[in-house]
């Protein structure tokens, strides 16, 4: 008996058939077009549904786009949705197909259901095709007056796809001048909000080229719709509510009953169940209180309880998120948080991006009454089965005990890690404790004791390795096996593969054999000749250096190589202040999170208006600055942002700090010797007397010209795409060389400082990048009471102390006078 035939199943809708299902549905879209019979609504969702759940996974549905458009016509909303869905993925694809939809879009543009008014508005702007942006502006119009809330919502955001898609049709309609006025009077907030993000985006586009829109978000900061926004605060969506605490953070309130009016306002806020909500109010507090030194203290008071909330609230990510900005104010006002060293113990549920950055604000937060129980808390977790988590509560540590509180206890613990014979422990606690004799050489006795009785070939790291060999050269005296240990290293040479290590096994070597010469000469020999033979350059050089040093002579190398030293003082920061200002300025963004401003993470294309334009590398004349990488200039106004310390604190921490330049001490008779080479005619004063000892020929300061009679404006202002116009299309009008003073050269460490310095003389830099010895530099200037602008392409090198100037001028007759008034300012550079 032959088998039954068995049906053919039906395909699924996650699981659709390709060609031959599209073909399907089409047919059966067919169909249904036009069908008014009792159950064909349900027939078409279950189709509706078929058809998206192709075009999810990939499959190409728009051979159907005509039987859905077809198939539309229907009262049911869910329809509706889906229809437009299918609509709006295929329009953008496929223009021509997109006119097909148009009649039935604003026929639902008319419709009483005020939902289908609002899809359908939707759609219709989501479709995004050049060719019907003349079809927008009538529904867009209706829409912003239409009595459902939910249009004009929809209606406000459509002005905004528009303007993406044709800026001057959205002008040329008024849009802009209508959102603004939609956004005083009506009484839905959320329209206001989206309102006032859409004019937010438009005119801080047109800014840059407009100066009507700039004056336009001018008055968006002005007091009346900031105090109007701010007395709805409480009737705004989440979003809508950081929306506006954003605007209100940029706020210059007039004088200080404004900025406590605005805190008492916002008072609530922070006890908002919203983290992001919590934050952008403690921005606002923060920057209104910023030239308020008492006030803004009493701010840090006042949101460590909202903060520490959110940190055991919420997911993880969450808190991490929170415990980012908790870093960044526990790195500006340490004191105010070390009380509550607790809250960033460890947990044991806690991801290991949270445990890292809680052991980091640990550190920021230790003082002389909680450094016991934090360094006891790091120690328990010097255990963990998390190896890096281990490892940072050790670098904890040693930061720790580097800030000078409780030393003695702090060193014990070290030197206990190494008798926990767990390699990892072993090599970062050896790198602590060379930092550690470096600051406090008092230990050196102690310290040795303990690390004398590693043996070398137990440790494995570079580091680790290189810190143990900078300890037997540099306290070889101490150690009796001192010797023997560096010939064994230095035996086993083509084993070490890092050239870290070999150097500081070069420079070992040469100290063991000034402290212990008959002991360390064999080992020196073939320490010397190995390195000469090494194929590392840096190995190399450093070999020869000491092999001609030891040939001219042993005592000169002595003095060179092992001289007296001073404790090391103060460690380098990672990060500059400036950095660190920026940041905060940033605050509540992913500036704070990535402990990065945002020019550095940010394509061109989505940083302000204001910000630098790639573009402008292409600028100089020929082909010499094609592979120069220009940042961004950064734009600071030279201000003290810590203000929570005392104004003799500051003068105490304000110096600049010398990591390093203070380490060595030359003795003095290595001075004398060198001073002795400058000839007596061409002698500095005392300040600079050692700058050309090593015959650089770096030229003396030339003799300052006289002040030009040219006046220039103060407060330029010229856009990076408008300066990029006039340099391609003016011709260089002056080409000079100018010679840098050796104050100047000194003083050019970073872009910053000159470009610091030429604002000071009305001289505005738009660009500015390079490494050193070579920066380079776009500058401009404006002529007072005029609109003549003055470009200038600057290129200097330090080595030479020389910089091109290239300068280009929309009034060429006035370029001598300005090249001579660009001169006096760069040769005024570091006189200051």
Not at 165 to 193: E, Y
Not at 383 to 403: F, M
Not at 704 to 719: G, Y
Request: glycine share 4%; hydrophobic share 40%; net charge negative.
């Amino acid at each position: 008996m032959a088998p039954p035939v068995s049906a053919p199943k039906s395909a699924s809708p996650s699981q659709p058939s390709g060609k031959s299902e599209v073909t399907d549905l089409k047919l059966q879209l067919r169909q249904l077009a036009g069908s008014r019979a009792p159950g064909a609504d349900d027939a078409k969702r279950d189709l509706f549904k078929r058809v998206i759940s192709c075009m999810t996974v990939g499959i190409d549905v728009s051979p159907a786009f005509s039987e859905m458009v077809m198939c539309s016509a229907t009262s049911d909303v869910v329809l509706k949705k889906m229809c437009y869905l299918y609509v709006g993925n295929y329009a953008r694809c496929n223009p021509d197909l997109a006119l097909l939809t148009i009649n039935f879009l604003q026929k639902d543009c008319h419709d009483q259901d005020p939902t289908i008014r609002g899809l359908a508005l939707r759609s219709l702007c989501s479709l995004r095709v050049q060719n019907l942006v003349e079809y927008l502006v009538a529904p867009l119009a209706a829409g912003l007056k239409d009595h459902s809330s939910y249009v004009r919502t929809v209606a406000a955001i459509g002005v905004l796809k528009l303007y993406h898609i044709s800026a001057t049709m959205c002008h040329d309609s008024d849009f802009p001048a209508a959102l603004k006025a939609l956004m005083l009077s009506d009484p839905d907030a959320q329209v206001v909000a989206n309102c006032l993000y859409s004019l937010l985006e438009i005119w801080t586009q047109e800014a840059a080229n407009s100066e009507e829109a700039a004056r336009e978000i001018e008055t968006l900061y002005g007091k009346s719709i900031i105090y109007y926004l701010l007395n709805r605060i409480k009737d705004f969506s989440e979003w809508a509510q950081c929306l506006v605490l954003d605007l209100v953070s940029k706020y210059i309130p007039s004088d200080n009953s404004e900025i406590f009016d605005v805190m008492n306002l916002l008072e609530d806020r922070l006890q908002h169940a919203n983290g992001a909500v919590v934050l952008a109010t403690i921005k606002v507090f923060l920057h209104l209180t910023m030239s308020m030194t008492d006030v803004h203290q009493q701010v840090y008071e006042r949101i460590k309880a909202p903060l520490l909330t959110l940190v055991g609230a919420g997911s993880t990510e969450q808190s991490y998120a929170v415990l980012c900005h908790l870093h960044l104010l526990v790195m500006r006002a340490p004191m105010l948080f070390s009380s509550d060293y607790k809250h960033f113990y460890c947990q044991f549920s806690d991801p290991s991006y949270v445990k890292k950055l809680k052991l980091e604000m640990l550190t920021a937060i230790a003082n002389e009454s909680n450094t016991y129980e934090i360094v006891t808390e790091l120690c328990e977790y010097a255990g963990n089965v998390d190896v890096p988590i281990a490892r940072e509560s050790i670098r904890a540590v040693g930061k720790i005990a580097l800030q000078q509180y409780d030393v003695n206890a702090i060193v014990d613990r070290l030197l206990q890690f190494l008798e926990m014979e767990k390699d990892y422990v072993t090599a970062e606690t050896l790198v602590l404790v060379k930092d550690l004799l470096r600051k406090y050489p008092q230990w050196s006795h102690d310290c040795i004791a303990v690390v004398g009785n590693i043996s070398s070939k137990s440790i494995q790291e570079p580091k680790a390795k290189a810190a143990l060999i900078w300890m037997l050269g540099e306290y070889s005296q101490d150690m009796m096996d001192a010797p023997y240990v560096l010939e064994s290293l230095v035996e086993n040479w083509e084993e070490e593969h890092s050239p870290e290590v070999r150097l500081h096994l070069l420079t070992a070597v040469m100290k063991c054999f000034f402290k212990r010469a008959p002991e360390t000469q064999k080992a020196l020999g073939a320490a010397l000749a190995a390195g000469l033979a090494d194929s590392h350059q840096d190995v190399h050089d450093r070999a020869l250096f000491y092999y001609r040093l030891l040939q001219y002579d042993v005592a000169v190398a002595e003095r060179v190589v092992n001289p007296p030293k001073q404790a090391v003082s103060v460690f380098a920061d990672t990060q500059s202040s400036e950095i660190k200002d920026r940041i905060f300025d940033e605050f509540n963004s992913l500036s704070v999170v990535y402990q990065k401003p945002s020019y550095l993470f940010t394509d061109k294309e989505h940083r302000g208006p204001f910000e630098f334009s790639e573009d402008l590398s292409n600028l100089a004349i020929g082909g010499d600055s094609g592979d120069d990488v220009i940042h961004s200039a950064q734009r600071y106004e030279e201000n003290d942002k810590d203000l929570l310390l005392s104004t003799s604190d500051k003068e105490e921490n304000g110096g600049p700090t010398h990591n390093g330049s203070s380490t060595y001490s030359a003795p003095s008779d290595v001075n004398s010797s060198l001073t002795s080479l400058v000839p007596s005619s061409t002698t500095q004063p005392a300040t600079f007397a050692i700058d050309d000892l090593l015959g650089l020929g770096v030229p003396d300061a030339p003799a300052l010209p006289p002040p030009p009679a040219l006046s220039l404006n103060a407060k330029p202002v010229l856009d990076p795409g408008t300066f990029q116009k006039k340099w391609g299309q003016l011709t260089v009008s002056s080409s000079q060389e100018s010679t840098l003073s050796i104050q100047g050269v000194a003083s050019l460490t970073a872009p910053q400082s000159l470009i610091k310095h030429m604002q000071n003389n009305s001289i505005q830099c738009i660009a500015s990048g390079g490494q050193p010895p070579n920066y380079k530099f776009f500058f401009f200037a404006q002529k007072e009471a005029s609109s003549s602008f003055f470009l200038v392409e600057c290129i200097v090198n330090t080595a030479s102390a020389k910089a091109q100037i290239k300068i280009k001028a929309d009034d060429a007759s006035a370029s001598d006078a300005f090249a001579s008034l660009f001169q006096s300012a760069l040769s005024n550079f570091g006189s200051s």
